[in-house]
């Protein structure tokens, strides 16, 4: 038996909040220790070439220079293997750690310097000679297929999954709508460039890397695996990250390259990454181009879509092997009824970057995909965004739906969901009849100005487990070892509020553990929003569990009925409030190692959150320019263990989401060279872009599959926002269509109002 | 993204800097100013000075007074000290305007107008201000002192009339009529961004009629300048919505657009004319 919900709901302050505001925080340059090494990499200058020759010789020569390693040292070594959707065929386009006969990007490793300071390693660097024999490089994912270089092909496979008869479908229609679109290459750039600082520690024969994130078990068993070392003595321990966004956190060449080299030479081995690598070396996300068709009845329903895309990956398949394309294929549907669907997602190389997830990984890129299908749809049969949508929307009476479809190892199964109902609220919020006919008038005097609707279906809480321990120390503390990570999320705050609800103490007295594998011995981490749904019912589990064993062990103790006990703000008093009461630290003290239980949650399935996004636009005719003027968000969270936390992962999505629709690309000249390596080339937004928002987090559609209902809230923020842009400035146009290619910059769109006789 | 090796000497006086600069220049010596520009450029080891020769230690550079014909600016004056008014004249308003579409806040407290000049960017508001007023450079050496007008100043992106050893020691910029009108505009991408166009105008009223034009356009070409046609097409015409739109037109034409991966020539045109026009349409209100 629990208490009633203290914590759980209410957007208390974030306990992360206090060191980092008191400038304790320990973010991965802050960790050094006595005698580090640090590490620079020497990277490929050029996209595509034979790798003839390295020589180090002037580079050894330097002061303060210890050591250089090219592909000779780290032959032993394998390629980085596959956390996620690792297909057999695309096994020998894994990336190795240092590059072996190929160079196949500009930024590919090709030899680490090891110097006493950052400044000689990276003069020595400099140093180190690349014999390269040129080759043509692959710049276009799309057209035919052929040799990538002497040992692969530009298609190392093809994603496919269907449902229903597509061509019957096709064959039936009363129309059909084409459309080619594609999404430029952007990705997360956290505040905080990647690092990692390695130490071996001799005397205990244990390893440990510093500055992990995201994935830190998985992590220490491969890195282990692939450097020789059983997991047991290698420890991987995060500190403060300054943001994950899918990209951070994974296995790169850099973070086995410390470990090796701290074991080989027994030093502590430092490696930071700066900006221009962060740039042209960490995961490139979101390249595709789509074309797709649907087939619809005379009122716009939809019968069947025809989808197939090209995935430009980049050089190498990495630790995301096909998750991308594989969850754009998936999701592709979305809220809709699409009664038979065939999708072709098409993994191509080229010689940019290797790609993996990013924030609403597949998901932003399907989105918009499905969402511009759905304006078209409407355009043909002469009805509004929104009422299109609500014609094809699953019913509430539908749930839970069934996909037919498979992604990430699950069955696709909309666990809960009222969409039309989050539609009219957030077209409510948005004051949807007020805002058109303002637009109207404002079009009608010349301005360039509109709105758009996109709807989508999220995806969160992925299992297969989680398992928390949650122990109550000698001092009455209550601690929390989780198997989760966190990456700037509120990881903390929220699993604290859980616990302290299940328990009976104030939220800030908890203390939660997160990225430690010296810790607990299993963790899946943090990534797919799975961290609130998954641990969270892990951490309700073992505290309630806890709760009965200190009501047991209470009981004994002050001779009474367990049931007739509960604890109140740390405090184990009677029910009937007679008698005397005693502290959890007084229990904790008098069964000392007693207190702490843990408990594992399962799931098969994951749930599906949903959400509504609703932009207002202004066109500046002359210079092509996109001014935001209103946007609004409605997202049902099914539960909110913190609403202000909930609607912050909104925010920023938002703010990133915004980035791929009008700001954010890494642009490749014809030769491969990156031309998007600084930020003032790389247009991130900032304050002065992103604008005012309106957030509606709504509780109508709890999930079946938790007690307490939860769903994620990492990605909604950002999925659906270059369907909406697209959308409100089609409308500014009053022409549908108009925009088929993310980012819409200026210069494109002065480019298509000029081609359209617009301006 | 750290700088290769460098030694940092720090003059007290003026002759110390110029008598370094002789020396150092020859040496790959560099001035370090406000270091906005200069410091990024060594973090991504695109300059490798072997000295710098920081003049932020020196008394007298930070002059920033007027004779009443001129307004003086030292060569440790940052872009800050022009978000209020830096003289009595209608010139104040205008530095104060512009100085707020530099960059951002940070770097406008510690990056300076003559660095500005010197360090030459296309896109610079400042150097797009001294070429639209007729500025004076005052270059010192311990060859001696020259003045060298803006017109003959800015060479091409990023570069120059002035020596090696030369320091940018003052810049003077006339002051505007009382009557005078000017008015700004630029456009970039994110707020604080270089602009990918820009353009300040100013100019003067007599019995209805516009004289004295000065149109200049930055971010545009190799080098900020006064587009002649534009303000032929201004000057001797009403204030207006016609004249504007043909001078930008006009200026639209005349520019030799510098091109990126971002901006073709046509769109670089296409921006001109809307920041001309908009400059002009400021300058009424
Ligand atoms: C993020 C960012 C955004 C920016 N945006 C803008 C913008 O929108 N508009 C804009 O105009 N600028 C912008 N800047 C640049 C900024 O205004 C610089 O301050 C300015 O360009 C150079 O001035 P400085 O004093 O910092 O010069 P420094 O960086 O110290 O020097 C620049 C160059 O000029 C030389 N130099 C400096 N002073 C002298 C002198 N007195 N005599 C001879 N040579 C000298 C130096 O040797 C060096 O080669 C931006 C900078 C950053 C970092």
Not at chain 1, 149 to 163: C, G, L, M, Q, V
Not at chain 1, 462 to 482: A, C, F, H, M
Not at chain 1, 683 to 697: F, G, H, K
Not at chain 2, 153 to 167: P, R, V
Request: hydrophobic share 45%.
């Amino acid at each position: 038996m629990t208490a009633p919900a203290k914590f759980v709901g209410r957007s208390v302050p974030r306990l992360e909040d206090r060191p980092l505001l008191l400038g304790q925080g320990r973010f991965a340059a802050d960790i050094s220790f006595p005698g580090q090494w640090h590490m620079r990499v020497v990277r490929s200058p050029v996209a595509h070439g034979k790798l003839q020759g390295i020589n180090a010789a002037a580079a050894l020569t330097l002061p303060g220079v210890h050591a250089v390693w090219t592909r000779d040292n780290v032959a032993h070594i394998p390629p980085i293997p596959f956390r996620l959707t690792g297909l057999v065929e695309l096994e020998p386009y894994r990336q190795p750690i240092l590059a072996n006969d190929y160079v196949r990007y500009v930024g590919e490793p090709v030899a680490v310097v090891f110097a006493a300071d950052p400044y000689i390693a990276e003069d020595a660097a400099e140093l180190v000679e690349l014999n390269i024999e040129t080759l043509a490089p692959v710049m276009h994912a799309s057209g035919d297929t052929g040799p990538f270089d002497a040992e692969r092909a530009t298609e190392p496979s093809i994603i496919r999954k269907s449902y229903g008869d597509v061509d019957a479908a096709f064959n039936a229609a009363h129309a059909i709508v084409t459309l080619e679109l594609s999404i430029g290459r952007h990705s997360g750039v956290p505040l905080e460039t990647r690092g990692a600082i390695a130490r071996y520690d001799e005397a205990r024969d244990i390893l440990e890397m510093h500055g992990a994130a995201k994935v830190p078990w998985w992590n220490r068993d491969h890195i282990a695996k692939m450097i020789g070392r059983s997991r047991t003595n290698m420890h991987l321990l995060e500190g403060h990250v300054g943001g994950g966004f899918g990209i951070r956190g994974e296995i790169y060449p850099e973070d086995v390259l410390v470990c090796a080299a701290a074991l080989h030479f027994k030093k502590p081995v430092k490696w930071i990454e700066d900006r221009r690598e962060h740039l042209i070396a960490a995961n490139h996300s979101r390249q595709q181009q789509h074309n797709i068709r649907a087939a619809i009845d005379a009122a716009g329903h939809i019968l069947a879509i025809d989808d197939k895309f090209y995935h430009d990956n980049g050089a190498y398949m990495r630790t995301h092997a096909a998750t991308v394309p594989d969850l754009a294929a998936a999701m592709l549907p979305g809220p809709y009824r699409v009664p038979a669907y065939r999708v072709a997602g098409h993994i191509r190389l080229t010689n940019k970057t290797p790609c993996g997830t990013y924030r609403a990984p597949g998901r932003y890129e399907s989105s918009f995909v499905r969402e511009r299908v759905l304006d078209a749809i409407a355009a043909k049969v002469g009805i509004d965004g929104v009422e299109i949508r609500r014609r094809n929307l699953i019913a509430k009476s539908a749930m839970p739906y069934d996909l037919h479809l498979e992604t990430l190892g699950t069955h696709i199964v909309y666990d809960s969901g009222d969409y039309a109902l989050l539609l009219d609220k957030t077209l409510e919020r948005a004051g949807w009849p007020a805002l058109q006919a303002s637009l109207k008038k404002r079009r009608a005097a010349g301005e360039m100005v509109g709105a758009g609707v996109a709807m989508f279906v999220e995806k969160s809480g992925l299992g297969p487990s989680d398992t928390v321990r949650v122990e109550i120390k000698n001092d009455g503390k209550v601690e929390v070892v989780t198997g989760v990570a966190s990456i700037g999320q509120g990881v903390e705050t929220a699993m604290a509020q859980i616990a302290a609800d299940a328990l009976g103490v104030d939220y800030a007295t908890i203390n939660v553990v997160h990225g430690q594998t010296d810790r607990i011995d299993q963790g899946a981490g943090a990534f797919a929003s799975r961290v609130t749904v998954m641990c969270g019912e892990a951490t309700r589990l073992a505290s309630v569990k806890l709760r009965g064993k200190v009501l047991r062990l209470a009981a004994e103790l002050m001779q009474t009925d367990a049931a007739a006990l509960d604890i109140i703000n740390g405090e184990i008093v009677r029910r009937d409030n007679t008698g005397p009461s005693m502290t959890l630290t007084e229990l904790a003290q008098a069964r000392p190692g007693d207190l702490s239980a843990e408990d594992t949650f399962l799931s098969s399935h994951m749930v599906y959150p949903y959400g509504v996004h609703v932009a207002a636009v202004k066109i500046d005719s002359d210079t092509g320019g996109v001014a935001i003027e209103r946007y609004v968000i409605g997202y049902d969270i099914g539960k909110a263990v913190n609403p202000r936390l909930v609607e912050s992962q909104i925010a920023g999505g938002l703010a990133q989401g915004l980035g791929g629709a009008l700001l954010e690309e890494f642009v490749y000249d014809d030769n491969g060279e990156p031309l998007s390596v600084t930020f003032a080339d790389y247009l991130m937004p900032t304050s002065r872009e992103v604008p005012q928002m309106s957030i509606l987090i709504t509780e109508d559609a709890p999930s079946p599959l938790n007690p307490m209902g939860l769903k994620g809230a990492g990605e909604g923020g950002a999925n659906p926002v270059g369907a909406v842009i697209a959308a409100a400035i089609d409308d500014a146009l009053q022409r549908p269509g108009t925009i088929a290619e993310l980012p819409v910059t200026p210069q494109r769109l002065k480019s298509i109002l000029k081609k359209t006789g617009l301006r | 993204m750290k700088p290769a090796p460098f030694v940092r000497h720090v003059p007290r006086t003026l002759q110390q800097a110029l008598a370094m600069l002789s020396q150092l220049a020859g040496q790959d010596g560099r001035i370090l100013a406000g270091g906005q520009s200069l410091v990024p450029i060594m973090a991504f080891r695109l300059a490798k000075p072997a000295h710098l020769i920081d003049i932020n230690e020196i008394a007298g550079l930070d002059r920033l007074d007027s004779d009443g014909t001129a307004l003086t600016i030292g060569a440790r004056v940052r872009h800050a000290a022009f978000h209020g008014p830096a003289v009595d004249n209608p010139l104040a308003a205008l530095l104060s305007y512009v100085a707020r579409h530099i960059a951002h806040y940070p770097i406008r407290m510690r990056g300076t107008f003559c660095g500005s000049l010197a360090h030459a960017d296309p896109a610079s508001e400042w150097c797009l201000t001294a070429a639209t007023l007729g500025a004076t450079m005052i270059a010192k050496s311990q060859r001696g002192e020259r003045e060298i007008a803006a017109a003959d100043f800015f060479e091409g992106i990023m570069s120059t009339a002035l020596a090696e050893d030369e320091l940018l020691a003052e810049v003077r910029l006339p002051l505007l009529a009382a009557d005078a009108k000017f008015g700004f505009n630029e456009f970039s991408r994110r707020a604080g961004d270089f602009a990918m166009a820009s353009s300040l105008v100013t100019y003067r009223v007599a019995d209805g009629k516009i004289s004295e034009a000065r149109i200049g356009v930055g971010g545009a070409e190799s080098s900020p300048r006064r587009i002649e046609e534009a303000e032929s097409a201004l000057n001797g015409q009403p204030p207006g919505d016609p004249a504007f739109r043909a001078a930008a037109l006009a200026a639209s034409d005349a520019v030799d657009p510098l091109e990126d991966h971002q901006t073709n020539a046509e769109y670089r045109r296409d921006l001109v004319r809307a920041v001309v026009r908009r400059a002009l349409e400021h300058s009424l209100t």
